[in-house]
Structures are given as C-alpha cells and as structure tokens.
C-alpha cells in the first residue's frame, strides 16, 4: 500500500510537472496572406511581410494588423495563441480599387477611358470603382469600339473585344466622295463660265465663273471638316 502511494505522489507530480512546462511553453504564430507582401503588426510591433511562417510567441491575446501599402488597405483582428499549439491566420486582402483588363483581336489597339491607358493588350491595377466609358480605336482599317464599363471594388474586370473591318464605303468615305465630286464640279463650272456674264439669269450681278469657285471651295472645306471627324 505503502508503495502505491508514492507511486500515485510520483505520477500526480509529473503531471503537475508536465502542466507547469506546457503552460509555460511558446506558441506558434502562422500568417498566410492573398496577396503576399503585406505587412504584419503584431501588438503595434512590426514583425515582417507575409507570409510569416512559424513565429514562436508568449501565450495570450494579441492585436494582428495587417496592411497592404500598395493596394492602400488594412484590417485589424484580435487572436489568441494557446502554450504548445499553432494558430494559422489564412486573409484575403481585398483591395480599394478594381482591375480592368483589355484584350482585342488585333492587339495594338489605342484604349482609352478619360486618359489613355495605353495599346491592347493592356491591364489597370488600380481604377477607381465607378462607370466608364471605354474607346477602343485601332490604328489599322478597324471600327472604332465605345462601350460602358462598370468596375467593382476589389474585383477584375474582363474585357475582349474582336474588331470589325471598316467597310470600303462607310457613311464618311461616301460623304467625301460627294463632296469631292462637288468641288470638282464647282472648279468645272468655273472654267467653263468664265467668260459668260449673264449666268443664270443675273444680268451679270453673279458669274458662273464666281459661283463655280464658291461652290468648289465649300465643298474641299466640307471634305476636310469630314475627314477630320
């Protein structure tokens, strides 16, 4: 009996032993973040960039910070770490701005959406959520594309756009035509009625010559005000 007792004293001590150490002993502190690079504050201390693997810390409570200084966010939470155990943080950081992405067939298109945000395939990090307006115009023979956009916080916007070929004859190509005719017309008119003085009816107030040159001239500024638009 007597024997038995000092076992148990022997047992219960080492358990009191094993329990004293285990409370005594560091935790293990695991922060894995989406994206990486984002700053770790521990307690206002700071204690690396993501992803922090396997810190060894004093049990307790802690205040955990984390920033993302390119994306401009941060979050803050409180975790608790237990003597001998490992506590994982997993966090998506979501970031203040959206990202447009612009894929066209042809590439090398001009993109534009108030700024020009450059030649296709082009993305952007960091737009600022809202509506906008996007202009595609490809420097070849290709219709000029303009279509709305909305881009959401934290989020990526796709957009694919296969451009269409300029049709020999569109609505320009066809008014600069006519006004070329026009002009050539006008100048004609002009050579040929030089020497009448009595055109249309006038008794000499208005020439075919000076009516020709008007006409001619009108129709080479309508030619360039269409070709400039």
């Given at each position: 009996?007597?024997?038995?007792?000092?076992?148990?004293?022997?047992?219960?001590?080492?358990?009191?032993?094993?329990?004293?150490?285990?409370?005594?002993a560091d935790g293990i502190l695991t922060v894995k973040t989406q994206p990486e690079g984002v700053k770790v504050w521990l307690d206002d201390k700071y204690i690396g960039d993501s992803p922090i693997m396997d810190k060894k810390l004093k049990p307790g409570?802690?205040?955990l910070k984390l920033v993302d200084p390119v994306q401009q966010t941060s979050s803050m939470e409180e975790v608790f770490i237990q003597p001998g155990e490992t506590t994982v943080i997993e966090k998506t950081v979501k970031s203040n701005y959206g990202?447009?992405?612009?894929?066209?067939?042809p590439d090398g298109a001009d993109v534009f959406i108030l700024t020009d945000l450059g030649k296709s395939p082009v993305s952007n990090d960091f737009m600022i959520p809202g509506k906008y307006r996007l202009e595609i115009k490809h420097p070849g023979n290709y219709e000029?594309?303009?279509t709305d956009v909305v881009v959401p916080r934290g989020e990526t916007v796709n957009i694919s756009k296969t451009l269409e070929e300029k049709s020999a004859l569109n609505g320009k190509a066809i008014a600069r035509l006519c006004l070329g005719a026009g002009a050539i017309a006008g100048f004609a008119l002009a050579i040929a009625e030089r020497d009448d003085h009595n055109y249309g009816g006038t008794n000499g107030t208005v020439t075919g010559r000076a009516l020709g040159i008007t006409a001619g001239i009108l129709c080479v500024v309508g030619f360039e005000i269409?070709?400039?638009f």
């Open positions: 009996m007597r024997s038995q007792n000092v076992l148990y004293l022997i047992g219960f001590a080492a358990l009191f032993a094993w329990s004293a150490a285990l409370a005594d409570r802690y205040s990202t447009l992405k612009v894929t066209t067939d000029k594309v303009t269409v070709a400039f």
